[in-house]
């Protein structure tokens, strides 16, 4: 329970003893999303903590969601769990939540690792996140019905609301979530992302939109980046803007690779934490 009243769901991955990263999951998304990644924190001795945004899985809402009130709720959360160094994870829609927490939390976090991430700021954003922000902040009466029912969708039939997702994914992609552990995750996942309905992911998505009160260039953490150029939902000019902003950035490329390269390439990865 946070100091308001409201409730941080969260889940942990990997071994309770390890180094502690905080996994930042994508929009759509949800604590069930960093199961991707368990088996490899376990032999590199991690521990992932993924917290959920407000209004997603366990977390209550919150009726001014932003980037900055859900790094104070897990930087709350990692104070009641006696943790003061930690890393971040930030994959897809967790990139904006992995920044602010290195802008500020400074020295608390030990190294940064972004994957298929936006950035922070409405020039870090996918078109369709601006577009569901901006909706969402001036008609969300208007908006809110087609979120509404694909969360109705993922609720009662989890494996078909994953082949719509999945279903035009370049074949990088496709290789990647064809796996039978990775779908089952998927299915876990949306259901929790759309426990409450959709109203949790239409405030994720303004609070993506966000202006932070810093710049990239302010963070001097270290930071580690992979993206594709097959990526097709976040663009990998988002990753190669976000890398020339920030002052000690090691950016990784891959050719060929898709939106999920960080299922194949996890234990890489997670590596820069170990």
Do not use: K
Not at 133 to 153: E, Q, S
Not at 202 to 221: C, H, K, M, Q, Y
Request: charged share 15%.
């Amino acid at each position: 329970m946070l100091p308001d009243g409201r409730l941080l769901g969260y889940a942990e991955y990997g071994e309770p003893w390890g180094h502690p990263v905080v996994s930042f999951h994508g929009w759509p998304g949800s604590r069930v999303q960093s199961a991707w990644y368990a088996s490899a924190a376990s032999e590199l001795g991690l521990r992932l903590i993924a917290p959920e945004r407000p209004g997603i899985g366990l977390s209550s809402r919150s009726s001014t969601p932003t980037l900055h009130q859900h790094v104070a709720d897990v930087a709350y959360l990692l104070d009641r769990l006696n943790i003061d160094r930690f890393g971040v994870l930030g994959v897809s829609g967790g990139g904006p939540y992995a920044l602010t927490s290195a802008a500020w939390l400074g020295d608390r976090v030990s190294t940064v690792a972004l994957v298929a991430a936006l950035s922070a700021g409405s020039m870090g954003v996918t078109p369709l996140i601006q577009v569901t922000g901006w909706l969402g902040l001036r008609v969300p009466w208007l908006f809110a019905p087609g979120f509404d029912t694909a969360a109705r969708v993922a609720t009662w039939n989890g494996p078909l609301a994953v082949r719509l997702a999945f279903s035009t994914l370049p074949p990088s992609d496709r290789a990647v979530v064809d796996d039978p552990f990775v779908r089952d995750v998927a299915v876990r996942d949306v259901r929790e992302a759309f426990r409450q309905g959709g109203r949790g992911m239409r405030g994720d998505a303004v609070s993506l939109l966000t202006a932070p009160d810093f710049s990239l260039g302010e963070i001097r953490n270290p930071v580690h980046l992979w993206h594709g150029d097959a990526d097709t939902i976040v663009p990998i000019a988002i990753g190669r803007a976000t890398a020339v902003a920030l002052p000690n950035c090691s950016a990784t490329f891959l050719p060929g690779e898709g939106h999920h390269l960080g299922i194949p390439h996890v234990r890489e990865i997670l590596e820069v934490f170990a």
